[in-house]
């Protein structure tokens, strides 16, 4: 499976804009990107997904380099509760790949009142 | 309606018992995971079941660990003789598929603490 790779923490203050980035140079035509978050004691999250064109939802924008080789999870106002885990995960074809989705340890985002 | 859901949300067990960990996934999601967290550490893909086909077992650590799935619906992870290297939250998560697009959804855990 292809692996992503992520920086380990980030700090960002409430109201302001926060960019994580994630790298997946190895990153296959078919795969999609997803983003999930991990709030403190609690379960993954699904935030966002996407193959090629940017995306938008109502909890954040993934915006996609040109050649896939890296994507970045743009939330446009961090709020305290926005200070999670957040995982980007290659989802591709093929049985088995996605049941073993490659869980790294993520970004650990730290928001600032 | 309602997500995925676990019980107990913790557990403590001394060395050498058994634990049962139960799942009640999404009503209509084929697809469900079991998955380990360690303090401090990304998840750790244990088993998965999609309808009536076998389960994927290949990421169970030993065979101290089984799963099942009853009727397409509950599932129950098992522990025999617990270890202090169990210690950890096990989580549940379901979806609709096993697609490329498709969510898991997760339930909140189990935290496991052997003693």
């Known amino acids: 499976d292809a692996k992503t790779t992520q920086p380990n923490s980030m700090e960002s203050n409430e109201e302001e804009p926060v960019h994580l980035p994630c790298n997946h140079s190895?990153?296959?035509?078919?795969?999609?990107i997803h983003w999930y978050r991990q709030l403190p004691s609690q379960g993954p999250e699904y935030v966002i997904h996407?193959?090629?064109?940017?995306v938008n939802n109502r909890m954040a924008s993934l915006a996609i380099a040109e050649d896939r080789k890296s994507s970045t999870l743009i939330l446009h106002r961090a709020t305290l509760r926005d200070a999670a885990v957040y995982y980007c995960i290659l989802r591709g074809l093929g049985a088995g790949n996605n049941r073993k989705l490659i869980w790294g340890l993520g970004t650990s985002l730290a928001v600032n009142p | 309606g309602a997500g995925v859901s676990q019980s107990p949300s913790n557990k403590v067990t001394e060395k050498g018992k058994d634990v049962e960990l139960r799942c009640d996934p999404i009503?209509?999601?084929?697809?469900l995971y079991w998955y380990r967290q360690s303090l401090g550490q990304g998840l750790e893909f244990l088993i998965y079941?999609?309808?009536?086909?076998?389960?994927?077992k290949s990421g169970l650590p030993s065979d101290r660990f089984s799963a099942e799935r009853t009727g397409g619906s509950v599932s129950t992870l098992t522990i025999q003789r617990t270890q202090q290297e169990d210690s950890a939250v096990y989580l549940c998560?379901?979806?609709?598929?096993?697609?490329?697009?498709?969510?898991?959804?997760f339930g909140p855990g189990t935290r496991l603490t052997v003693l």
């Open positions: 998560a379901s979806s609709y598929r096993e697609g490329r697009t498709d969510t898991q959804y």
């Open positions: 079941f999609q309808g009536n086909s076998a389960p994927d």
């Open positions: 190895t990153i296959s035509g078919t795969d999609y």
């Open positions: 996407g193959l090629t064109s940017n």
């Open positions: 009503s209509g999601h084929t697809a």
